[in-house]
């Protein structure tokens, strides 16, 4: 074959012309409106589940004078959850919402900051247990990288899941919490 002929060819070889535009943008538009019918529906249930949680009680306040703090944390906040069920997403009162988080332990409780989305406070007699686990609301991370806080509110028990930027700090943060819990409990029982 000579070059002449190779560039002959090579010139003929083209695409076809798309020549039915209203079957693709039908197609599109399809595709745009079941996205958007998927979306609200997802929508309608989160909705759904916070009405279903509704009995769950306003959540606690800070108070104006919480004591020196134990502990502090930067980090996010994953979710929470019907103690013992990590699946069992709580959106009630905004705890369904994933942020960013600032901790603070002191002996009145454990203050929740939440920049965008809202804060909450846990009295020190509501905590129940701190521990590690792996997931929480869907969220899924290595073993122990995860602190779980399970606190009392209302008559439901609630597991919060943490996650610090310095995963390091997850073992102080458990020893601490349960020694105040036992603390508490102590005191509680005397």
Same mark, same amino acid.
């Given at each position: 074959?000579?070059?002449?002929?190779?560039?002959?060819?090579?010139?003929?070889?083209?695409?076809? @012309?798309?020549?039915?535009?209203?079957?693709? $943008?039908?197609?599109?538009? %399809?595709?745009?409106? /079941? $996205?958007?019918?998927?979306?609200?529906?997802?929508?309608?249930?989160?909705?759904?589940?916070?009405?279903?949680? &509704?009995?769950?009680?306003?959540?606690?306040?800070?108070?104006? @004078?919480?004591?020196?703090?134990?502990?502090?944390? &930067?980090?996010?906040?994953? %979710?929470?959850?019907?103690?013992?069920?990590?699946?069992?997403? $709580?959106?009630?009162?905004?705890?369904?919402?994933?942020?960013?988080? !600032?901790?603070?332990?002191? =002996?009145?409780?454990?203050?929740?900051?939440?920049?965008?989305?809202?804060?909450? /406070?846990?009295?020190? @007699?509501? *905590?129940?247990?701190?521990?590690?686990? +792996?997931?929480?609301? %869907? +969220?899924? *991370?290595? !073993?122990?990288?995860?602190?779980?806080?399970?606190? !009392?509110?209302?008559?439901?028990?609630? =597991?919060? %899941? /943490?996650?610090?930027?310095?995963?390091?700090?997850? #073992?102080?943060?458990? =020893?601490?919490? #349960?020694?105040? $819990? #036992?603390?508490?409990?102590?005191?509680?029982?005397?």
């Amino acid at each position: 074959m000579t070059s002449l002929h190779l560039t002959y060819l090579a010139a003929e070889q083209k695409s076809a @012309e798309v020549t039915d535009w209203s079957a693709r $943008i039908g197609w599109l538009v %399809g595709l745009a409106l /079941f $996205i958007a019918l998927v979306y609200w529906l997802m929508r309608e249930g989160w909705k759904w589940r916070g009405t279903l949680q &509704s009995d769950l009680p306003e959540l606690p306040t800070a108070p104006s @004078e919480p004591g020196a703090a134990k502990l502090t944390m &930067s980090g996010r906040y994953h %979710g929470s959850t019907t103690a013992g069920q990590w699946l069992d997403r $709580i959106v009630a009162h905004g705890l369904g919402t994933r942020s960013r988080a !600032e901790l603070t332990l002191t =002996d009145a409780g454990l203050d929740v900051v939440r920049p965008g989305a809202s804060d909450f /406070f846990i009295p020190a @007699e509501a *905590l129940r247990e701190a521990l590690l686990g +792996k997931g929480i609301a %869907g +969220k899924v *991370l290595s !073993e122990g990288g995860l602190l779980v806080v399970t606190w !009392e509110h209302g008559d439901k028990l609630i =597991d919060s %899941g /943490f996650r610090s930027d310095r995963a390091a700090e997850h #073992n102080e943060w458990v =020893d601490t919490l #349960n020694s105040m $819990i #036992n603390k508490v409990n102590t005191t509680e029982g005397a």
